[in-house]
């Protein structure tokens, strides 16, 4: 079972694992240390995840952190409001690792369901980055209606290019979200909303961790 970290702000569930099952778990990098890793959420602030919608888990092979969304909604058309088509979320978690190691995310999972409308369009982007280090390259999924599914978006970053945590420093890891809503060429009576979360809090984004050891220390 998942040890669950709440921040009485949003409820993030970050899972790692090889893909998006977490019953197939893959490698980056070196074996991941057996010692306690702890999360929690130092900031939240955005218009999707207001206070009291996120909390984090840690998976026990620690492979992975989980962020589920419960409140991280963009829509567009009907009674919408034109600050409704763009949600966006921003959290910065304190991560500590087991002494001698650290840690990249190689591969980010992001999950959600959305209904759109003919000629409407959804679009999901992020980005992440080390406290005091350059943000990574923000990249997006765009989804076009009539759409009413289940949608899955995969960001991977090749082993060369991991950026990893500084070793020996405890630095903010933040993860910036944003989802849109597009229904200017749709109905406008229409309602189309893409959202990262689900009725059932059920729906996660997964973070892959890629370990390193750290240097020993001269």
């Known amino acids: 079972m998942l040890s669950t ?3 009485g702000a949003a409820v993030a569930s970050l899972l790692l ?3 998006a099952s977490p019953t197939t ?3 980056f990098g070196d074996e991941p240390p057996t010692g306690k890793i702890t999360i929690t959420v130092a900031t939240v602030n955005g218009s999707g995840c207001r206070p009291g919608s ?3 888990a840690i998976a026990p092979d620690n492979t992975a952190f989980t962020v589920t969304y419960s409140e991280y909604l ?3 058309g009907g009674s919408s409001q034109p600050t409704d088509a763009r949600k966006n979320c921003q959290i910065a978690l304190n ?3 087991p002494q001698g190691f650290t840690y990249a995310i190689a591969r980010a999972d992001y999950r959600g369901y959305a209904s759109l409308a003919p000629g409407a369009k959804g679009l999901e982007q992020a980005n992440y980055y080390f406290q005091g280090q350059q943000q990574t390259a923000r990249k997006s999924h765009t989804f076009a209606g009539p759409y009413d599914n289940n949608w899955q978006s995969s960001d991977e970053t090749d082993i060369d290019a991991l950026v990893y945590a500084p070793c020996g420093e405890e ?3 933040n993860i910036n979200t944003e989802l849109r809503v597009d229904g200017k060429s749709a109905d406008p009576k229409a309602t189309s909303f893409m959202a990262m979360d ?5 729906i996660n984004t997964l973070y892959h961790f890629a370990w390193k050891q750290c240097p020993p220390r001269g």
């Open 17 to 19: 694992a090889g893909s």
């Open 54 to 56: 996120a909390a984090v």
């Open 95 to 97: 991560v500590h690792v």
């Open 198 to 202: 689900s009725t059932d809090g059920s």
């Open 74 to 76: 963009a829509q567009a």
């Open 171 to 173: 630095r903010y890891f």
């Open 25 to 27: 778990p893959a490698r």
């Open 5 to 7: 970290l709440s921040a």
